[in-house]
C-alpha cells in the first residue's frame, strides 16, 4: 500500500494521533504545520510510538504556493486530512478575520491543489456545534445545521458548504466530513497529548492541570441545567478512537468504487456525561482529587448535546472503544509527563 497522505496541522493535537494511526496502517504521512500552536517536539513522539519520522514542512497552508510547493517536492499524494485551523471559540469572537482568514483561505487552497496534483480525496474536520443546541438527542446527521453562534462554528458551516459546493460542480475529489464532538484524552503511551497555549479554555486540560496543581481550581459552568445534576452534557471521545475514524475514512475515499463523492459522519461515542460525571470519572480512574467549584453559566455554551453514531458504525464499521476512565488515565499520564511528575 504505502500511499501517501498529506496531514495538515499534524504537529497538533487530533493531527498528531492521527499520524500514528495512519503511519500504523502503512500510509506514509507528510505533515504541513505552521507551528502556531504545537512545537516541533510532537515528531519526536510520533517516531517514539511507530518507529517512523514523518516528512515535515513548516508552512502555511493559507499560501497556495507553499502548497504547490509541497506537492511538487512530495509526488503522488493521494489524500489530505486538514487540521489546519484555528479552533478557539471565544478568540474567534475577538479575532474573527483571522478565523476566516486562517480556516478558509486554508481550504479553499488545498481544494484548488487537489485537481492539479491528482489528489482524490479530503478529510475535513468538523464539529457537532454545526447542529448549536439540538431539539433532540441523541443527535443524528440528518439534524437541522443551526445558525452558528461563533466566528469558529461558521468557518466549519462555511467550509462543509464549501467542500459540498466545489463538489456538486464536478471537481474530481470525494470527501469526508467528520463531525467530532468532544475530542479528550491523550495516546497510551504518553508520548504525545494536547499541549494547550496558556490558559486552557476546553474542560479537561483545565481538569488535569488543576489536578497537577498548576491552576487553583476548576470552576464548573453552571449546575442549573435542565440535566439530571444540572451540569451540562457533552459526548466526550477519546482522541485515538477519533484518530482510527480519520484512517477508515481515508481508505474509504481512496480504495472505495461506489462510495458518495461527498459523506457526513458524526464522531462520537453515542453517551453523555455530565460536567461533573467527567470530573468523577478522573478521580476513580487516577484516585487524584479535583479541587473544584460551582460557578456561573459560561456565556454561549450549550445544555446538552451528545451523538447518534449509529451511521458512522453502520458505515465505516467504526465504534468508539476506549473507555473514559481509561482516557482519563491516559490524560492524567500525559499532563504527569508535560509537568515534568
Ligand atoms: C467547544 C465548542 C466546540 C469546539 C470545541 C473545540 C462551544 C459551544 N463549543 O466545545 O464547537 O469544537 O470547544 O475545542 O463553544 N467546562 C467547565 N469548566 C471549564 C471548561 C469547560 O465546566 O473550565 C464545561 C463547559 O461548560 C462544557 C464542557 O465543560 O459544558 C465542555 O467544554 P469545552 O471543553 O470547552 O468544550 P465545548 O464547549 O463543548
Known amino acids: 500500500m504505502n500511499e501517501k497522505i498529506l496531514v495538515t496541522g499534524g ?3 487530533i493531527g498528531s494521533h492521527t499520524t500514528v494511526e495512519l503511519q500504523k496502517a502503512g500510509y506514509e504521512v507528510v505533515i504541513i504545520d505552521n507551528l502556531s500552536n504545537s512545537n516541533i517536539e510532537v515528531l519526536d513522539g510520533i517516531e517514539k510510538i ?3 519520522r514523518p516528512v515535515f514542512v513548516k508552512g502555511d497552508c493559507t499560501d497556495i504556493e507553499t502548497l504547490r510547493k509541497l506537492f511538487r517536492e512530495n509526488p503522488g499524494i493521494k489524500g489530505i486530512i486538514n487540521f489546519a485551523a484555528s479552533k478557539a471559540v471565544g478568540e474567534s469572537v475577538q479575532k474573527p478575520l483571522l478565523y476566516y482568514r486562517n480556516n478558509l483561505n486554508t481550504l479553499i487552497n488545498l481544494l484548488e491543489c487537489m485537481p492539479e496534483y491528482g489528489v482524490k480525496g479530503i478529510v475535513f474536520s468538523s464539529s457537532c456545534t454545526v447542529y448549536g443546541e439540538p431539539d433532540v438527542n441523541p ?4 439534524a437541522p445545521i443551526k445558525p452558528a453562534t461563533s466566528p469558529y462554528g461558521n468557518t466549519k458551516q462555511i467550509s462543509e458548504e464549501i467542500i459540498t459546493d466545489y463538489i456538486r ?3 474530481p475529489i470525494k470527501s469526508i466530513l467528520l463531525r467530532y464532538f468532544n475530542p479528550i484524552g491523550a495516546h497510551p503511551s504518553a508520548c504525545i497529548g494536547e499541549l494547550p497555549l496558556g490558559v486552557p479554555q476546553n474542560l479537561v486540560p483545565y481538569l488535569t492541570q488543576t489536578a497537577a ?3 487553583k481550581e476548576l470552576t464548573v459552568f453552571g449546575d442549573d441545567y435542565n440535566t439530571p445534576d444540572g451540569s451540562c452534557i457533552r459526548d466526550y471521545i477519546d482522541v485515538v478512537d477519533l484518530a482510527k475514524a480519520h484512517v477508515i ?5 481512496l480504495d472505495g468504487e461506489d462510495t458518495d463523492s461527498i459523506e457526513i459522519f458524526n464522531l462520537g461515542t453515542g453517551r453523555g456525561l455530565s460536567v461533573l ?4 470519572s478522573f478521580e476513580r480512574a487516577t484516585g487524584v482529587k479535583v479541587p473544584h467549584k460551582i460557578g456561573p453559566r459560561r456565556e454561549g455554551d450549550i445544555e446538552q448535546i451528545w451523538a447518534d ?3 458512522a458504525n453502520e458505515v465505516l464499521g467504526w465504534t468508539a472503544e476506549v473507555p473514559v476512565d481509561d482516557t482519563m488515565r491516559n490524560a492524567w499520564a500525559w499532563q504527569c509527563k508535560v509537568c515534568g511528575k
Open 11 to 13: 504537529t497538533g493535537y
Open 50 to 52: 511507530t518507529g517512523i
Open 139 to 142: 443527535i443524528d446527521e440528518t
Open 169 to 171: 460542480s464536478g471537481a
Open 213 to 215: 496543581g498548576i491552576r
Open 249 to 253: 475514512a481515508m481508505r474509504r475515499m
Open 277 to 280: 460525571e467527567l470530573i468523577n
Open 309 to 311: 453514531p449509529k451511521k
